[in-house]
């Protein structure tokens, strides 16, 4: 009996995550334990209806050795006509006593980042995000930004 009372928990925590309406693109890339500042994460969007319009993220997961309050990326979005639209972004991590913001119940925090709202799509389009970090008063980026270990790109309807 409580085999089967199991199973039928799995079954509807299953269904009830797999329904993502709104999805239409999501796919994440490992950065390993630490994201180098010249490491470039692509992404090849699908061909998408042009008579509709879309709203962009950029997801990251992260970890408790992420060590800033914010993150700053570049974000070029590569149109089929080969210009390249770039966005200098930056968003909060963390509280003000260093608990990470996002969703997730371990040490391991999903976070889904606005990027761009009611967008048209009219052929093939890249992505290409890379971290842009730099300490208070350095020039310098930084070189490998520790507890990113995953970056991805979502598209909503």
């Known amino acids: 009996m409580k085999i089967k009372n199991s199973a039928l928990l799995l079954l509807v925590v299953i269904v009830f995550f797999s329904c993502d309406k709104k999805r239409v693109f999501d796919e994440y890339k490992s950065v390993g334990n630490a994201w180098h500042k010249d490491s470039i994460v692509t992404f090849d969007l699908p061909d998408l209806d ?4 879309y709203n962009l993220f950029v997801n990251l997961r992260a970890n408790n050795n992420y060590p800033f309050n914010n993150l700053f990326l570049i974000v070029s979005l590569e ?3 080969g210009f390249t639209k770039v966005d200098t972004l930056e968003y909060q991590m963390a509280n ?3 608990t990470l913001l996002g969703d ?14 009611k967008v048209k799509f009219r ?17 310098p ?8 270990t995953e970056v991805g790109f ?4």
């Not at 042009?50 to 319009?53: A, D, L, P, V, W």
């Not at 997730?104 to 709202?117: M, P």
């Not at 979502?154 to 309807?157: C, D, L, T, V």
């Open 104 to 117: 997730g119940f371990s040490d391991i925090k999903e976070s889904k980042l606005y990027y761009k709202e």
């Open 79 to 81: 149109l089929p006509n």
């Open 96 to 98: 003000p006593d260093g």
């Open 154 to 157: 979502r598209i909503e309807k």
């Open 123 to 139: 052929g093939k389009y890249k992505v290409h995000i890379k971290q842009a970090v730099r300490e208070n008063g350095k020039v």
């Open 141 to 148: 980026g930084v070189n490998t930004l520790e507890g990113i």
């Open 50 to 53: 042009s008579t509709k319009r």
